[in-house]
């Protein structure tokens, strides 16, 4: 059985689709009135055409805590049980993106180099596109080359929110100091 709930958040409204090893998609719907058409197309998806899908509200409610927590920034570790899908590689730059603190940012290419994989930053990059389950695996922390926001799945402005959240200025703090010319 897979069961499925609309959440509401302090950002868009959140699918949340759960498998019976652990939530397996968490998706921003900016569209919010699509979530049963969404639900049931990723259940079928990830765990097959003959799957029971169920929307059960009830099932949710430790996830709906803690992101409550996260979003009034009470909670900067998620302890839901995650079952998402994907390659083997997706695998690996998931869980190493688990390991980036709160608060903390890593590029594209640290990433790769931290699997051991350098030429990889693009496909780290497309790996963390494929990322079924934003905020919990923390994709939002990855950003390009010189610090620039670049590619989210909830768009670029949901990123630079979450961001803000866990204490980035995004550059909208005065410089400490002026930069020489000469």
């Not at 302090?10 to 090893?21: K, Q, S, T």
């Not at 079952?83 to 390991?99: C, I, M, N, S």
């Not at 890593?106 to 494929?130: D, F, I, M, S």
């Not at 949901?158 to 002026?178: F, I, M, N």
Request: proline share 7%; net charge positive.
């Amino acid at each position: 059985m897979v069961r499925y709930t609309l959440l509401r958040t302090a950002l868009d409204p959140l699918l949340a689709v759960a498998g019976p090893c652990g939530l397996a998609r968490l998706e921003f719907l900016p569209c919010a009135w699509e979530y049963h058409t969404h639900a049931h197309a990723a259940a079928r998806h990830q765990f097959g055409p003959e799957v029971q899908v169920k929307e059960d509200d009830g099932a949710f409610g430790e996830l709906r805590d803690q992101l409550a927590e996260y979003f009034v920034g009470a909670r900067s570790v998620f302890t839901i049980e995650l079952d998402p899908h994907g390659t083997e590689f997706d695998r690996r730059v998931w869980a190493y993106l688990q390991k980036i603190p709160y608060g903390k940012l890593r590029t594209y290419g640290e990433v790769a180099r931290g699997l051991r994989k350098p030429q990889a930053t693009r496909a780290v990059g497309q790996a963390a596109g494929r990322n079924p389950l934003p905020i919990l695996i923390p994709c939002h922390r990855v950003v390009g080359r010189g610090g620039s926001l670049v590619g989210f799945a909830g768009g670029i402005d949901t990123k630079a929110r979450l961001l803000r959240l866990e204490g980035h200025t995004l550059g909208d703090s005065p410089r400490l100091e002026e930069p020489r010319l000469f």
